[in-house]
Structures are given as structure tokens and as C-alpha cells.
């Protein structure tokens, strides 16, 4: 870690003595993502040091000395494959001795995630259970690590990146949206249980993203940059939000289209 001053409040003991400010750490999972990067500097720009854990080195170093230059916070990597069952075990604990302990990892936000190729995946059931392993179940192993962290610690917040097309199953992307849907009951739960301790659970739901992903797919429309969609993760934290509709608008979006009635939806190529 850095030795720059962090931004968190300083706090006075019972003798008035103020304390030196924690240091707290932000874990992104799937860092080298387009919309994890700009969380990334969303949370750096808020006073936490960041863990950047994901499969491309290189990139995740480049990524670090990005934000320690830029934010003066601390930065550092960890190697992450979601689908490694030892990466799924152990980058938690990694990550807490890394930030400095349990007290100092503050909060995780999960970003990876696979969209595929739908056309095939409707036909080639390796494919399928692809994508609903990175999209879910590699997921849900990981943060089922993470939430003994945070309901032993008493604080935090745990974010995943899910998707609007987890909202209804449409033939153009109805294998990763099932996963999606399955990561958002998932974290529903997990809200409910950790509620009593005012931990925050956010699942976050873009829309269409202008990111590697969605790069040269046909048809989308309604497009968000990912800086504004970083920005507004670590804003919706602040505020302890559960659900976060990215851009705003797709909650009336997704509205329209799960009310539609069948007869009608099935006319469409949605
Ligand atoms: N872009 C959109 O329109 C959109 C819309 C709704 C939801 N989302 C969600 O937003 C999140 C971020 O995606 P993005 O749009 O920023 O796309 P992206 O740039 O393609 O990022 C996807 C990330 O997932 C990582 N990943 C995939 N498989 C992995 C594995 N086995 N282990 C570790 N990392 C793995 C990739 O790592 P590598 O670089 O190593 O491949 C990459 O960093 C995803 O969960 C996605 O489903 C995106």
C-alpha cells in the first residue's frame, strides 16, 4: 500500500486524542473490465485504496499505477480467475491480507462477467453452462466468502455487476440473462440477510454499455459511457442503495418490457 494520507474522517478516543484516519480498501473483482476501471477510480477519488484482482497482469498493473498517480491511493493486484476453484477460495483472504486485516477491507464489487454468444449458446449446452458458470455460480462462491467478511466485520458493502436482461427472458440473450437473474435473487437474499447490520448490498443493472462487451453487437441503442456508470456505483454506495438502474431510464425500460403481455412480447425480436 501507498503512504498517502486517506480521506476518511479522523476520529477522537475518549481522551480526545485524535486518531490517525483508517485506511480502507475497495476489492474489484474482474478489475480489468471497462465499467470495474472506472469504479475503480470512483472509489479512488473517495479516499479508498483499491485491490485489483482479475486474469490480465499486465493490465491490472497498468490499472494500479493509473490510480496510484492520479488519486495518490494506494493500489495493489491479485491474480483472480473466476473459475479457478482456488482463486474462488482464496482471493478474499488474500484481499483482507493485502488491505491490512478484516477491519480495513471495506467493501467488494464484483464486475466479471461473460455475455457470449447467444445463437450459439441456445444450441451448445457446454456454452450454456459456460456462461452460467462465470455469471453465477462463480459469483455466488465468491461472495458467499465475502459475506462471512462482512457480517463477522459488522460494516461494508458488497456489489455485483448484474444486467437489465436478467429482468426477462428474451431469445437474444436469455442463457446469460438467466444467470444474471439467479446473481439478483442471490444478492436479494443476501441483502435480507445482512440487513440487521446495515451492511449494503447493491446490485447494479446497465443498460447497454460502451464497453469490450457489447463492442460491434448490432442493435443496441441508449448507450452509457462507462465512466458515468462507475461514477454512479460508488454514488449509490454512499447512499446505500439496494437496486441501481444504470442509466436511470432502464427501470422504466425493463418495466414496459416485463409487463408486455406474452402474446404481444412474442412478436418481438427484443
Ligand atoms: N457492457 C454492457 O453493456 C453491460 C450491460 C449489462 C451488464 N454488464 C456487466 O458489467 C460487467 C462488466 O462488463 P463490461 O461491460 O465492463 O465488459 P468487459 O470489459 O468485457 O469486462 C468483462 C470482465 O470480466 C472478466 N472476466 C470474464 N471471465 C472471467 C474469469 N473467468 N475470471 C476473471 N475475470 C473474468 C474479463 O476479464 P479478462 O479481461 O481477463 O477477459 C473482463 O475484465 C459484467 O458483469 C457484465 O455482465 C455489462
Known amino acids: 500500500m501507498g503512504t498517502t494520507i486517506h480521506s476518511s474522517p479522523a476520529s477522537a478516543d475518549r481522551t480526545g486524542a485524535v486518531n490517525a484516519p483508517a485506511r480502507e480498501s475497495v476489492l474489484i473483482l474482474g478489475a480489468s473490465s471497462s465499467i470495474a476501471r472506472w469504479t475503480a477510480h470512483a472509489f479512488a477519488r473517495r479516499g479508498y485504496d483499491l485491490i485489483l484482482a482479475g486474469r490480465d497482469d499486465d493490465d491490472l498493473a497498468r490499472l494500479a499505477s493509473d490510480v496510484r498517480v492520479r488519486h495518490n491511493m494506494g493500489a495493489e493486484t491479485l491474480h483472480f480467475d473466476a473459475l479457478s476453484v482456488s482463486s474462488q477460495a482464496t482471493a478474499f483472504g488474500d484481499a483482507v491480507r493485502l488491505a ?161 403481455p406474452q402474446r404481444i412480447f412474442h412478436r418481438t425480436r427484443l
Request: hydrophobic letters at 50%; aromatic letters at 8%; charged letters at 15%.
Open 100 to 260: 491490512g486485516g478484516a477491519e480495513h477491507l471495506a467493501g467488494v464489487v464484483l464486475a466479471f462477467g461473460l455475455l457470449g454468444d447467444q445463437r450459439r449458446a441456445a444450441h451448445d449446452s457446454e456454452l450454456a453452462g459456460y456462461l452460467v458458470d462465470v455469471n453465477f455460480t462463480a459469483a455466488v462462491r465468491v461472495l458467499t466468502v465475502a459475506s462471512d467478511h462482512f457480517e463477522s466485520r459488522g460494516r461494508g458493502f458488497i456489489v455485483a455487476v448484474g444486467s437489465v436482461a436478467g429482468d426477462r427472458g428474451r431469445q437474444s440473450n436469455y442463457v446469460y440473462g438467466a444467470a444474471k437473474a439467479g446473481l439478483a435473487v442471490f444478492m436479494q437474499g443476501l441483502r435480507h440477510r445482512l440487513a440487521p447490520m446495515g451492511i449494503t448490498v447493491l446490485t447494479v443493472k446497465p443498460g447497454f454499455v460502451d464497453t469490450q462487451m457489447t463492442f460491434g453487437h448490432p442493435g443496441l441503442f441508449l448507450v452509457a459511457p462507462p465512466s458515468a456508470v462507475g461514477e454512479q456505483i460508488a454514488r449509490a454506495v454512499e447512499e446505500q442503495r439496494s437496486v441501481l438502474y444504470v442509466p436511470a431510464f432502464w427501470r422504466i425500460v425493463m418495466l414496459i418490457i416485463r409487463l408486455l
